[in-house]
């Protein structure tokens, strides 16, 4: 059984049908991409299963339904969604973003253990801790966002474009943080990415979304070999 | 939350400084003043409530006077009418303010910004009625006036008049309040205030269920106004909801969040001193003309404003700050927190 599972799941805004019905599935510990051009819907998928958007199908994480449900009852049971474009909250401090993070935690030890541990991953945050989020750098915005969703032990993290406006040098680094941290925590990725390369590099499958449907899917090594996707996604 | 740059030491000798002062007041001062000293405490109290709503959860209420005037009444009947000791009315008032205010919370979810502050309005102008329909007060009007609470006879040495004791009364209670205030904001639910008033998507895909936190706030701050309101009654010996009344309240609490300070746990606090004696300043400034008076008040507190945009406290924690930085470049000049506009490959 798959931690995370998409069966024929359908989302619109409003009378505009965005995803038609497309179905994946993320393992434990597992890391995969979802690639897709511009307005494909990847975000609207991300939405849907984090709960902000409201879908049909069917939807499950851990082998219980989650469809229908409210994003913080998904989030307590161990997604944690970072949102395009730095979702850090910009009037409140560093500190207090990644005390957020921790909300449905109870664990004083272990949030300040985590606390300690991700500042250490993350210096440029441990040293602009009473900094307000909103002062920082894009840079350190999206660190900062990412930091915060790992403060909530997630199980599952779906992260919408964490290279969004980051130099490519930053970027790698924070893409090897990243599988550091799959590695190490064993924390599953679905990751929606246009930086295509480093992305596969990271995942272990991939999905490519077109127009809100599922179009190829397969290994990230098959997906890298791919004639069109390379045309497409990589470039060459 | 944001200006942790006092010491702690700092800060309780700051505390323990302004508690002397204002215990002290009552001592020099006469009745008169002393009563005012008193309003600007239960305004305060109110203020402290609807800066939790308004200041740290974004959720506009002009119609607060509403809560106040249900814990005033609360109070005022339970010692009329049933022999209550004033402070035994406290803990009821405090429950059932809550339930009143999570009640009214639980529609206003539906509503944001101008539309939530017009039902909020709308509330202030339905108390009244509802006053009218069952508060049966002396001689037919609406009005309660319950017997005071009375120095006791320990505290002759220093409260020897029943208005000294009266103030002390209020001070503790709102020394409570603000206290509470103050540990509601510096934690976990504080954070999840200002999350949901920022980003409330965001907020949620945390795990802060809006709703619970929304209405939870609703509820406190009608709980604090409820407190007011009894301490109000205890002050001025007199339960009243005239529309006017609840009116100039509603806007009066608001007054004080914004002039103070929003989201500041301080400012409040400071607002209402400051509301108070502006009010009380321009008050007799043209005692037979009736208009000029509140027209003077109204620009000072324009004025007022448009000097300090943050309110009291948001512009001293700015003065402080620059005042920091300039002394701290005059000890050891460094090098400029921002990095330089010219990017390094482009030289
Ligand atoms: N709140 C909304 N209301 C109406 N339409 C929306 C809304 N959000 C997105 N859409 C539309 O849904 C479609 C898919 O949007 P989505 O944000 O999911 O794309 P995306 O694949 O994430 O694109 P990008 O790579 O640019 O981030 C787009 O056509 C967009 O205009
Ligand atoms: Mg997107």
């Not at chain 1, 851990?62 to 730095?86: C, F, K, Y």
């Not at chain 1, 409140?92 to 935690?105: C, I, K, P, Q």
């Not at chain 2, 119609?63 to 803990?91: C, K, Q, V």
């Not at chain 2, 000890?331 to 030289?347: G, T």
Request: aromatic fraction near 8%.
């Amino acid at each position: 059984m798959s931690l995370l599972e998409v069966v024929d799941l359908s989302a619109a805004y409003g009378p505009i049908q965005v995803l038609h019905g497309i179905s994946l599935t993320v393992d434990a510990g597992e890391v995969v991409v979802v690639l897709g051009a511009n307005g494909a819907g990847k975000t609207t998928a991300l939405r849907a299963i984090s709960g902000l958007v409201a879908a049909k199908g069917e939807l499950r994480f851990d082998g219980v339904s989650i469809l229908g449900r409210h994003p913080e009852s998904i989030a307590h049971r161990g997604v944690s969604h970072v949102p395009q474009g730095r979702g850090t909250l910009a009037g409140l401090t560093v500190d207090e973003n990644m005390r957020l993070g921790a909300y449905s935690r109870r664990d004083r030890e272990g949030i300040a253990a985590d606390l300690a541990e991700w500042y250490d991953t993350f210096p440029p945050l441990a040293k602009r801790r009473s900094q307000t989020a909103g002062t920082m750098s894009g840079g350190e915005q999206q660190m900062l966002a990412v930091a915060r969703s790992l403060m909530s032990r997630p199980r599952l993290l779906l992260l919408d474009e964490p290279s969004l406006g980051l130099a490519p040098l930053v970027t790698k680094q924070l893409f090897e943080t990243l599988a550091t941290v799959n590695r190490e925590r064993g924390i599953a990725m679905l990751l929606v990415e246009q930086n295509a390369a480093l992305a596969l590099e990271l995942a272990a499958r991939g999905y490519v979304l077109e127009a809100g449907e599922i179009v190829a899917s397969g290994t990230a090594e098959n997906l890298s070999r791919d004639g069109e996707i390379r045309k497409a996604y990589l470039g060459r | 939350m944001r200006g942790r740059a006092l010491g702690i030491g700092t800060r309780a000798g700051a505390a323990l400084l302004t508690v002397g002062v204002l215990a002290w007041l009552p001592q020099y001062y006469g009745a008169t003043d002393t009563a005012l000293f008193a309003k600007a405490i239960y305004i305060a109290i109110a203020a402290l409530g609807l800066n939790l709503l308004t200041g740290y959860n974004g959720q506009v209420s002009i119609g607060h006077g509403a809560f106040f005037g249900f814990g005033a009444y609360a109070t005022a009947i339970l010692m009329n009418d049933h022999g209550w000791d004033f402070l035994a009315t406290l803990p009821v008032v405090a429950v059932a303010s809550f339930v009143v205010g999570a009640a009214v919370g639980f529609p206003a979810l539906r509503v944001k910004g101008l539309y939530l502050a017009l039902i909020t309005l709308g509330l202030a102008a339905l108390f009244p009625d509802l006053v009218t329909k069952y508060v049966h007060g002396t001689g037919g009007t609406t009005l309660v006036q319950p017997p005071l609470p009375t120095s006791p006879g320990w505290a002759q040495g220093f409260a020897p008049n029943d208005d000294q004791w009266r103030y002390y009364l209020a001070l503790t209670i709102g020394i409570v309040m603000f206290i509470l205030a103050w540990n509601l904001v510096r934690g976990r639910f504080g954070r999840a205030l200002l999350a949901v008033r920022d980003h409330d998507a965001a907020a949620s895909t945390i795990g802060i269920d809006l709703a619970r936190i929304k209405v939870g706030s609703f509820a406190i701050s009608a709980l604090y106004a409820g407190i007011a309101g009894s301490v109000g009654v205890m002050v001025t010996g007199l339960a009243n909801a005239g529309r006017v009344e609840t009116f100039q309240l509603s806007i009066n609490f608001l007054v004080a969040v914004v002039i103070g300070g929003t989201a500041t746990v301080l400012g409040p606090v400071v607002g209402a001193w400051t509301f108070v004696f502006l009010e009380r300043a321009t008050q007799d400034l043209f005692p037979d003309q009736a208009l000029l008076s509140p027209a003077i008040f109204g620009v000072a507190l324009i004025l007022l404003l448009f000097a300090l945009p943050d309110g009291i406290v948001g512009g001293a924690r700015r003065t402080g700050r620059f005042a920091r930085r300039k002394l701290q470049a005059r000890r050891a000049p460094r090098a400029p927190d921002f990095p330089s506009p010219i990017r390094e490959d482009r030289q």
